[in-house]
Structure formats: C-alpha cells, structure tokens
C-alpha cells in the first residue's frame, strides 16, 4: 500500500500537518466544521491567475508544495472526508429527458467524464472536469459480449440487473453505481474507444477490480490502489489515456484526457457533451466542448 511521510517538522507543512491531525480527530459539530476549516485551508492555497493563453493544462500546480505536505500524511481521511462534502445536487439531476438522452448514447466501456462543481472535489481538482465513470453495460449488453457468465462478472450479476451499470472508483473505493448517481453532475462527455481489443476482457477486467481501495495520493506508479482515470488506463491502457508529472509524480487529470480526444491524440472519440444551467440543459456538440475547456484554463 501507498504511504506518504513528507517531513513536517518545520515551517508551514509543520503548521498545517499538526492542524489537519488535530481537526480530523475532533467529533460531531466540530468535526463538521473541521472539515470545512480544512478544505478553506486547501482552497486558500489555491490561488490561480489564470493562463491568458487558455492552453489545457499548464499551471495545474495551483497548490503550494508545503500544503501538499502537510495534506499527504492524512490524505486518505481528509480525502474521505473531502469526498462526502456535496453542496448542491448536479444540475441534471432534475432533467430526466437530458438524462435519457445520456442513457440512449451509452455504449459498453464508453468512458464519461464529468463536471460537478456542486461537490467539493470537484472545485479542488484543477480545471473543468473532475471526474471519470465507465458504463460497463447491462445484462444484455454483457450477454452480446460474451461477458456475462465470466468467472470475474458472475459475482456482480444482482447489481447489474438492479441498475448498477457504472464502475468509478471515488472515496470508497472501486465499486458499482448506477446511471442515475453517474450523473448526479453538471456536465457530461461521453468518450467511446477506438481500440478496446476484446470487450469482454475489459468488461470483466473492470468488474475484477471491484473492491480495489481508492488512491488518494493519485499516483500512477502503484495499481494495488486506484483513482478514477487510473482505473480506466490501468483496464483499458491501449486507449492512451495522457498523464502528466504534477508534484513529483506521473498522474492523469481529466481536462488532459478531454483535451486529447478532441485533439486526436487519444484513441477514444467525444460521442456527446451535455452541459446543464439551472433552469435548462443543451447537447452542445465538440467545437463547444473546446470553447469550455480553454475558457477554464483561462480563469
């Protein structure tokens, strides 16, 4: 298992270190209000001026390397914590014709990348997009496979058939969920691979790792922990997911994964971009989906 022991004995990451330790041990309504210390404290450090030139994704260090630090010795119970802090509900949620429109698209191992800014983690990784899910497929789908009476999908056949479709892996772990909570967001692009070789081992090698504990230090180099784009290339790697070295290690951030396949550096090619407003929601097609992510970059 990964671990992470930065030195904390001096200066701010000393500071920070033994003020995250002191808040994630403390109870009930302090507890509560701990975690929402911690996380002004992380935004704090979050200060970003923008890339006037709107390329994807320079600058994605926003965080000091001190706050970085102090978060990694208690990174899986800030990042657990983190995890559970919703604001609001996605703006799709209340569109059932948009969410419909989602579901008929979906195609298995279609791979949807998301942007909720109503979560907390959503407004703490860099960029627009926060987030990947893969639809694994439903019964039938599994059946036109050849996957469905695989030794590594049998175990998972009551959830399949109850709606559970999407594998992510986010604060619990790898698990499935249904399309319903998948889109519990305010944005969606579906990304369909060119190049999956066999379906039916990418559909059972997903569901094998049900179960697979979450990383929160989102590091490429191990696979004995996942987080969600680390689970999509670790089972599909012949999509070409793009990684980059961010605070000394190989990670990948969804923006670069939408960058390249609207680029064509990817195998995997935008089906649909749906974004949502409060009071309406829109198929807005690839040349908007650019126009989106630059404008992120620039803020």
Known sequence: MKSRTGSLRSGPAARAGALALALVRSDGILRRSSIASVAALVLAGCAHS??????????????????????????????????????????LVEKPDA????????????????????RLTGTLIPGLFSHTVVYVGSEAELKALGAWNDPAVRPHHADI?????????????????TTATALDTDRVVILRPRATGSGHRAAAR?????????????????????YCAELVDHVMPEVGL??????????????????AATSG????????YVRATDAAWEDAGAAELKRDLAA????
Not at 265 to 272: D, G, N, Q, S, W
Request: net charge positive; aromatic share 8%; with cysteine.
């Open 161 to 177: 058939r109850a709606g559970k479709v999407m594998i992510e892996s986010d604060h619990r772990g790898v698990h499935l969920t």
């Open 296 to 299: 992120a970059w620039r803020r």
């Open 206 to 226: 997903l569901l094998a790792h049900v179960g697979t504990p979450y990383d929160f230090y989102f590091d490429n180099s191990d696979a004995a922990e996942l």
């Open 99 to 118: 969410l419909r429109h989602i579901a008929k698209r979906l195609r298995p191992l279609d791979i949807l990348v998301v942007s909720s800014k109503g």
């Open 242 to 259: 793009p990684s980059r070295e961010l605070y000394g290690r190989r990670m990948f951030l969804p923006d670069d994964a939408i960058d």
């Open 50 to 91: 923008g890339n006037p030139g709107g390329a994807c994704c320079d600058g994605a260090e926003r965080y000091p390397g001190w706050l970085i630090k102090a978060y990694e010795p208690v990174a899986p119970v800030l990042g657990e914590a983190f995890g559970r802090v919703v604001m609001r509900r996605g703006l």
């Open 265 to 272: 550096r990817m195998r995997a090619t935008p089906v649909l």
